[in-house]
Structures are given as structure tokens and as C-alpha cells.
């Protein structure tokens, strides 16, 4: 059963995964997920992957700190390439969260198949956060804007969620979430208010093998589910609450594979 008390946030306790010393271990966490989106009517298998690790992050540039000084953020960067009859489809999306508070830092999100590219930018500019927009679709072209308050990128949402307070709580949360935008259309940049709610735990029998999971819903204003989210019920490392089954819009699913901490840019 799901229960819908209201929390005001989603940093998660001093001794969970977000602070644990693995993440300094100069290496970043690999998942590899059985996958499965819809193109053009039809779903498609593949291979998607998630790479996550701490970093220091220049607060002027939005890039990766090239000393030891900086933001502390989680880049978490999902590589996806869908095939379909013609061509593959390419997505390639990464986030910066800042650990201290998990607050949207920046996001950017490039598409590509053989039709043409997209690239979608969010970046954080002191108070507010700034977007922009390139996609090659009839009726789209290029803009930009701002968004005020607190807001968090549903394609953050996969990090963001694992193991905040709310969660073991039994609670729930409201979030302001800018919609997925890892898409080759325009996708709208008005964040919806959407309230998190948290479910018990069970078994699930994955491609990795049986694993203790708990389930956290995305619930949209008018009351349907947005995305459904599965962590693993073990903040302890190596997986620290890592998501280990995923459901959400155009049919993406995700379903954990393997899971694995390596110096991936390394051969």
C-alpha cells in the first residue's frame, strides 16, 4: 500500500548512500539494464547503461573542476542506443545533482539518429536556472528560457530517489519536476508539481538475479503515475539503493543487468 504523508525534503540522512565513502574511491558505479522504448508504435530492446560518480564541479563553467576545489555534485549519465528497422537512435543524458542538498545543478541531454540532432541544455545561474533548446523537428528550432524555485529534472530523478529520509519513512514528497526531456522532440520546459509517494519493499527477480527492492511512484497532478521507480533495499555499498527496475513514458523500461564500480574511461 502507498502512503501519501507530505515531507518538505528529500535530503536523505547524514549516514546513507549519498555520503558514503565509496564514492571517493576514484571510481564510478556501472549499471547495465535490459531496456526496452517505444518507436514508431513498436517496442524495441536494447542495452542501457548508467554511470554514476562524485565529482568536483566549477560553479562558474559548469564543468568538471580542474583542481581541488568546486561543487560537489553526482554526475549521473545514462548511455542509450535504441536500434530500430532503419537506424539506431542515440540518447546520451547526464546530470549534475549537488550532494550537499540534492538540488538540480545542470542537465544536458543530445539525441541523435539518422533524421538529425537534438541537444537540450538546463544550467544553474545563482537563484534560478536558465534552458535551452536546439531540435531539428518542423516547428521547433531553437529556444531558450529561465525557471524559478526549486526544481528537479525528472531525468535526475533515477539518482535522486534512491534512498532519501521519506522513503524508509513510509512518506512521501511534492516536487516541482521539469519533464523528461530525453526525447528527439520539443518537450515542454514547465516544470509540474508532483507528489513522490513511497511503497514497501519485495522481491523482484531481475536479470541480475532476486533482489530486495523498494517502490517509489511519480504521481502526476491529476492523479495518474508518471514513472515507477525500484531501488534496492540496501544502502550498504557496493549498492547503495542503487535502481534496479525503472517504468515510465514512451515505454522505457529498465531492468538491472549487472552492477559494478570501475574506472570505465580506463582500459
Same mark, same amino acid.
Given at each position: 500500500?502507498?502512503l501519501?504523508?507530505l515531507v518538505?525534503?528529500l535530503?536523505? =540522512?547524514?549516514d546513507?548512500?549519498? &555520503?558514503?565513502? @565509496?564514492?571517493?574511491?576514484g571510481?564510478?558505479?556501472k549499471?547495465?539494464?535490459? %531496456?526496452?522504448?517505444?518507436?514508431?508504435?513498436?517496442?524495441?530492446?536494447?542495452?542501457?547503461?548508467?554511470?554514476?560518480?562524485?565529482?568536483?564541479v566549477?560553479?562558474?563553467?559548469?564543468?568538471?573542476?580542474?583542481?581541488?576545489?568546486?561543487?560537489?555534485?553526482f554526475?549521473?549519465h545514462?548511455? !542509450?542506443?535504441?536500434?530500430?528497422?532503419?537506424?539506431?537512435?542515440?540518447?546520451? &543524458?547526464?546530470?549534475?545533482?549537488?550532494?550537499?542538498?540534492? %538540488?538540480a545543478?545542470?542537465?544536458?541531454?543530445?539525441?541523435?539518429?539518422?533524421?538529425?540532432?537534438?541537444?537540450?541544455?538546463?544550467?544553474?545561474?545563482?537563484?534560478?536556472?536558465?534552458?535551452? !533548446?536546439?531540435?531539428?523537428?518542423?516547428? /521547433?528550432?531553437?529556444?531558450?528560457?529561465k525557471?524559478?524555485?526549486?526544481?528537479n529534472?525528472?531525468? %535526475?530523478? @533515477?539518482?535522486?530517489?534512491?534512498?532519501?529520509?521519506?522513503?524508509?519513512?513510509?512518506?512521501?514528497?511534492?516536487?516541482?519536476?521539469? =519533464?523528461?526531456?530525453?526525447d528527439?522532440?520539443?518537450?515542454?520546459?514547465? =516544470?509540474?508539481?508532483? &507528489?513522490v509517494v513511497a511503497?514497501? &519493499?519485495?522481491?523482484?527477480?531481475? =536479470?541480475?538475479g532476486k533482489?530486495? /527492492?523498494?517502490?517509489?511512484k511519480?504521481?502526476?497532478?491529476?492523479?495518474?503515475?508518471?514513472?515507477?521507480y525500484?531501488?534496492?533495499?540496501d544502502?550498504?555499498?557496493?549498492m547503495l539503493?542503487?535502481?534496479?527496475?525503472?517504468?515510465?513514458?514512451?515505454?522505457?523500461?529498465?531492468?538491472?543487468?549487472?552492477?559494478?564500480?570501475?574506472?570505465?574511461?580506463?582500459?
Open positions: 500500500m502507498f501519501a504523508l518538505s525534503t535530503i536523505a =540522512p547524514a546513507s548512500w549519498r &555520503t558514503d565513502r @565509496t564514492w571517493y574511491d571510481l564510478a558505479e549499471c547495465v539494464y535490459e %531496456a526496452t522504448r517505444t518507436i514508431y508504435g513498436v517496442e524495441r530492446r536494447y542495452e542501457a547503461i548508467a554511470y554514476t560518480n562524485k565529482e568536483l566549477d560553479p562558474e563553467r559548469g564543468v568538471k573542476s580542474d583542481g581541488n576545489e568546486g561543487i560537489e555534485a554526475k549521473h545514462w548511455s !542509450e542506443r535504441v536500434p530500430t528497422e532503419r537506424y539506431d537512435y542515440d540518447f546520451s &543524458t547526464m546530470s549534475y545533482t549537488r550532494v550537499a542538498d540534492l %538540488a545543478w545542470k542537465l544536458t541531454v543530445s539525441t541523435q539518429e539518422d533524421c538529425g540532432s537534438s541537444f537540450k541544455e538546463v544550467w544553474r545561474d545563482d537563484s534560478k536556472l536558465r534552458w535551452s !533548446e536546439s531540435v531539428y523537428f518542423p516547428g /521547433a528550432g531553437r529556444r531558450e528560457g525557471l524559478f524555485g526549486d526544481t529534472f525528472f531525468d %535526475a530523478l @533515477t539518482l535522486v530517489l534512491r534512498g532519501p529520509d521519506f522513503a524508509r519513512s513510509g512518506g512521501g514528497v511534492e516536487l516541482s519536476v521539469l =519533464p523528461m526531456q530525453k528527439t522532440h520539443a518537450v515542454s520546459f514547465e =516544470p509540474v508539481r508532483c &507528489t511503497g514497501e &519493499t519485495s522481491e523482484l527477480d531481475l =536479470p541480475i533482489v530486495r /527492492a523498494r517502490e517509489v511519480l504521481v502526476k497532478p491529476d492523479g495518474s503515475v508518471e514513472a515507477r525500484w531501488f534496492a533495499d544502502a550498504t555499498p557496493p539503493n542503487a535502481l534496479v527496475r525503472f517504468e515510465g513514458p514512451q515505454g522505457i523500461t529498465y531492468r538491472l543487468k549487472s552492477h559494478e564500480r570501475l574506472a570505465y574511461w580506463k582500459r
